[in-house]
């Protein structure tokens, strides 16, 4: 066997190198490249690697460490875990900064993988620049600070152990039920050890989605139970877009007449105009989905996490008799809510599953009635969205806008704030991927860094980023790299002055309204934010608009220009979709001076009782 002499490091590149995967009958590299911020602990070792790697493995310099790894994430997840990125950072706070983002993969079950700089194994110079040191145990660094929101966390202290720490992080980050954040730490010293390798580990290596069939008797049980349920529905979770398993849903709910509802990482599995998908579910659902939830006697929930946003806080499904099957890759989540386990891959489950049910149907009456709420709920929400004579418009008046805009094929991109649950409810999504929404952890900032990640995974289609003035103040500088990088965005700002929704959730639980608005905040003045002038300055075409005709426009403009656009809109902080919608568990304190907390309690004590 013959071997080839390199740093850790240029192995670690080679290696890289040599991952492929097929998509579409195309052999492509399953790396498309490296984000990188170098600094001390990186930049000897890793750095003179990638610069050598070239086209090979491109690297992607952005302006801060926790974007560049959202704009990771936001590219496995427009991939479908089909391909994915690294990032690395230096040994300090550059390491650190990934940590967040690291939580928000490992939440959505996405691909990363993260390769910070460490300190020095051989602790010569210790203690270095920007080293963690714990008095009792001299192996801490600041990179432990991944182990709890890694999949898979290793710190290489000398170089053969490469070997069988990337053999480990290429089995989670492309195991379907397993697949999440890998850390490799690499000691800055170890990157730039050399060592005799076996040609064999840089030998081309391909890898294909695992697709787990059902067990036949957990199959057998879950037709047993569909055939007996008189009133099913489908929850679409992220894990229908991640199987690519879209078509089969469709055609599955078609086949046998079961309603859908959609999840906030499932929506656009199917299209909006798909006459059986109610939209989205839960506390920021629809009415026609939450309606017949609360009847079902049985919920096939495929791919999704069974979060409390999804079921209300455990009250969502209020039938007595109802039955969860939990179709999904990850036995962890198969089980959830004393649910009957299909545990497979979705596409796979899809397929199999249909044939056992063979030419069943649900009743008539059960899907005729599905398809009455979802018409009465698609009219409702137009008129959520239309433009009014306001003298601000609300989030789902811009929503309204920007969708008259949008094309089918374009990608929406959102995290956190009110927004998201605005665009669960109205949003009408057109082809597959083309609702991308970071809920899981609701990161605010992953915003624009995430857009970018979007458009580098499918550069054919549009980006509109909508984020608010908060989540925008948080993280921005990546305005500045979609401009270098020539990947344009179409980015809406809402301007409401502050954290509007978590003033009306405030609000909602009887608290006055205190240091969410910048008005409430401890202030000498306020600030008059000019966001188009920021935004300008990083190099995007941007205005403010006055109003919703203004922002159409705008808009119409935005589609026509070769870079990124920022178009920033005021909207009313207090405005906020009262149609759909269910309870969710924020607790409220049991005692307190004001009388509207003490009556937030009495609702809540009211809405626990509720619950099964």
């Known amino acids: 066997m ?82 994915m ?84 992080a290429m089995a989670v980050l492309t195991d379907p039920a397993e697949c999440g954040p890998v850390t490799l730490a690499l000691c800055q010293d170890v990157q730039t050890e050399a060592y005799d390798y076996p040609e064999s580990f840089f030998a081309e290596r391909l890898w294909t989605p695992r697709r787990a069939r059902p067990d036949r008797q957990e199959l057998a049980e879950a037709v047993r139970l569909l055939k007996a349920a008189r009133k099913p529905l489908v929850i679409a979770g992220g894990g229908v877009l991640y199987s690519e398993a879209e078509a089969a849903l469709a055609e599955f709910c078609m086949a046998h007449g079961i309603p859908a509802a959609e999840t906030q990482g499932g929506k656009s599995a ?48 209020a039938n007595p008799d109802c039955r969860i099957i939990g179709l999904n890759v990850q036995v962890f989540d198969a089980g959830k809510h004393r649910g009957q386990p299909l545990v497979c891959d979705a596409q796979a489950g899809l397929a199999e599953l249909s044939a056992a049910l063979g030419d069943h149907r649900a009743p008539a009456a059960w899907t005729e009635r599905a398809q009455a709420e979802r018409l009465g709920w698609l009219s409702l929400a137009a008129r959520c969205t239309e433009a009014g004579n306001q003298p601000l418009p609300s989030d789902a008046q811009v929503i309204g806008a920007v969708q008259r805009w949008s094309e089918p094929s374009d990608v929406v991109v959102c995290a956190a704030g009110g927004l998201p649950g605005e665009l669960h409810k109205l949003w009408q999504a057109g082809a597959p991927g083309g609702y991308h929404l970071e809920y899981g952890y609701s990161c605010m900032g992953y915003e624009i860094a995430g857009g970018l990640g979007v458009k580098l995974a499918d550069p054919a289609r549009e980006v509109v980023v909508m984020v608010g003035d908060g989540s925008y103040l948080m993280m921005n500088s990546e305005i500045a790299t979609s401009v270098m990088l020539g990947l344009k965005l179409v980015i809406v700002v809402l301007d409401n002055r502050g954290f509007g929704c978590i003033n009306r959730l405030q609000n909602a639980t009887g608290g006055a309204s205190f240091n969410n608005l910048l008005r409430d905040t401890r202030h000498e003045a306020l600030p008059a934010i000019d966001f188009a002038a920021h935004a300008g300055a990083m190099g995007a075409i941007a205005r403010r608009v006055e109003g919703l005709a203004e922002l159409e426009a705008a808009l119409g403009d935005a589609r026509n220009h070769d870079r990124t656009s920022v178009i920033v809109v005021d909207t009313d902080p207090l405005a906020a979709t009262e149609a759909g919608g269910h309870w969710w568990d924020v607790a409220v304190p049991e005692v307190s001076e004001r009388p509207e907390v003490n009556a937030a309690r009495e609702r809540y004590d009211a809405a626990i009782k509720q619950r099964p």
Not at 103 to 122: I, K, Q, S, Y
Not at 298 to 317: E, H, K, M, P
Request: charged share 15%.
């Open 2 to 83: 013959g071997t080839v002499r390199l740093t850790m490091a240029q192995a670690l590149v080679r290696a890289m190198q040599a991952q492929k995967t097929v998509i579409e009958g195309e052999t492509l590299p399953l790396f498309a490249g490296v984000w990188a911020i170098f600094g001390h602990g990186n930049v000897a070792g890793l750095g003179e690697a990638l610069q050598a790697a070239g086209e090979a493995l491109p690297t992607y310099r952005g302006h801060n460490e926790q974007a560049m790894a959202h704009a990771a994430i936001a590219f496995a997840k427009a991939s479908r875990r089909r391909r």
């Open 85 to 168: 990125m690294a990032v690395t950072s230096s040994i300090g706070p550059g390491a650190t900064n990934m940590v967040t983002a690291a939580a928000v993969a490992h939440v959505n079950r996405l691909p990363l993988l993260l390769l910070p700089g460490d300190v020095f194994a051989g602790r010569r110079p210790d203690p270095v620049l920007q080293q963690i040191e714990d008095f009792g145990d001299g192996t801490i660094s600041a990179n432990d600070c991944f182990r709890p929101v890694s999949r898979y966390f290793d710190r290489l202290t000398r170089p053969e152990q490469l070997m069988p720490a990337f053999e480990r």
């Open 270 to 317: 199917l299209p909006a105009q798909h006459a059986l998908n109610l939209g989205a579910i839960g506390v920021t659902g629809t009415g026609a989905a939450n309606a017949l939830a609360g009847e079902a006697d049985l919920v096939l929930a495929i791919g999704t996490r069974l979060q409390d946003f999804t079921t209300g806080s455990r009250t969502l499904f």
